[in-house]
């Protein structure tokens, strides 16, 4: 027998199990190698790998698809707000056949503004189509506003002047309503003016308004800290007080600007005006005063000047409106073209 003490048999190792990834915490071994790790990882096979990248390709094509078709989109609704603009808009062309003998109507409604339907562009440019329109016997402005910019006015009287000199060809306004200020300035440059007896007519005179909020203020205990560059930069300035060296000033410009309007209408209306120290002063009067003071020259209508006054009593509008199309266009074709601008660079700048 023998006695010679034997070393124990070490047990045979046992490999972990392919699916297990990390050590369990009760066992103090240490941690794994890079390269153990790498090798205790399944291997995804081939096709698998394949599979993933056509996926992943697949979606990354669907992505630029998706940007192509958004921006596509958005540049379909433009060019169709364009296209309604371009088919709908109303020009001023008249409905019927040119060569027919007929009255050519523009409305001049609301403030006279260069923003709004009654600027000086809108009105300009149906007066140039309604006079070289071979068809139109005689131009008649339809009046109906408080008047409004001196400028806007100015530059409709300057080309009305021209447009008559040119054509040869007699125009009339008829007032509805009212017809005060800068309206009454427009209508001056006319051969005839016809109102309605209860018409609104004159104001012949020019205004600048604003607030002071100094004594406010000063109840309040607010200091207004304006710094200039310049002694006159805050003038009419509502949180400053007035000095009177900016009070004269203003009051010259108004007084310059007003003697503009009283020769348009001098002008315009000669030796039709009464003689009236109140003519100028601002005032307004109803359409059966402004006959007899001169202002206007009868009583009438638009159907009355066609038919008796210009003998062609088929009327064709010629007024530049701003339709449906136009509106929506302004309101949502700035918003739609800067969507389709951020989608075509998104979609170029995929890869």
């Not at 992943?56 to 379909?76: G, P």
């Not at 329109?133 to 409004?148: E, R, T």
């Not at 209860?198 to 104001?203: D, K, L, P, Q, R």
Request: hydrophobic share 40%; charged share 25%; with cysteine.
């Amino acid at each position: 027998m023998n006695n010679e003490e034997q070393p124990p048999a070490s047990p045979e190792p046992t490999s972990p199990p392919a699916t297990e990834w990390r050590t369990t915490a009760s066992t103090p071994a240490a941690a794994p190698t890079a390269t153990a790790a790498a090798a205790a990882r399944p291997e995804v096979p081939g096709w698998e790998r394949d599979t993933l990248e056509k996926l992943m390709f697949a979606t990354l094509e669907e992505q630029r698809q998706q940007r192509r078709w958004r921006a596509f989109i958005r540049i379909a609704w433009l060019a169709f707000f364009v296209f309604l603009i371009w088919t709908l808009a109303y020009r001023g062309t008249p409905s019927t056949d040119k060569a027919l003998p007929h009255t050519a109507l523009i409305e001049v409604k609301g403030e006279i503004d260069s923003d709004g339907e009654a600027s000086a562009e809108a009105i300009v440019a149906a007066m140039k189509a309604a006079f070289e329109d071979a068809g139109a016997q005689g131009v008649v402005l339809l009046i109906n506003s408080p008047g409004g910019s001196p400028v806007q006015a100015g530059i409709v009287n300057d080309e009305l002047r021209r447009l008559k000199a040119k054509y040869k060809k007699p125009v009339y306004a008829v007032v509805e309503e009212s017809c005060a200020s800068a309206a009454y300035y427009i209508a001056a440059g006319t051969d005839s003016i016809y109102v309605d007896k209860a018409s609104i007519v004159g104001s012949i005179g020019v205004l600048m308004d604003g607030f002071g909020f100094v004594g406010l203020m000063d109840k309040l205990g607010v200091e207004r800290r304006l710094m200039t560059a310049g002694e006159n930069k805050g003038f009419l300035d509502p949180f400053s007080p007035q000095t009177p060296t900016h009070r004269e000033h203003a009051q010259t410009m108004l007084n310059q600007i007003h003697q503009q309007f009283i020769s348009v209408v001098k002008a315009g209306r000669g030796k039709k005006l009464k003689d009236s120290p109140e003519l100028f002063s601002g005032l307004f009067w109803t359409g059966q005063q402004a006959v007899e003071l001169g202002l206007a020259d009868h009583l009438g209508n638009v159907d009355y000047v066609a038919r008796e006054v210009i003998k062609a009593e088929e009327v064709v509008d010629y007024t530049r409106r701003a339709n449906v199309a136009e509106k929506l266009a302004k309101r949502f074709g700035a918003s739609v073209g800067e969507g389709a601008v951020r989608a075509l660079r998104a979609t170029s700048n995929v890869r």
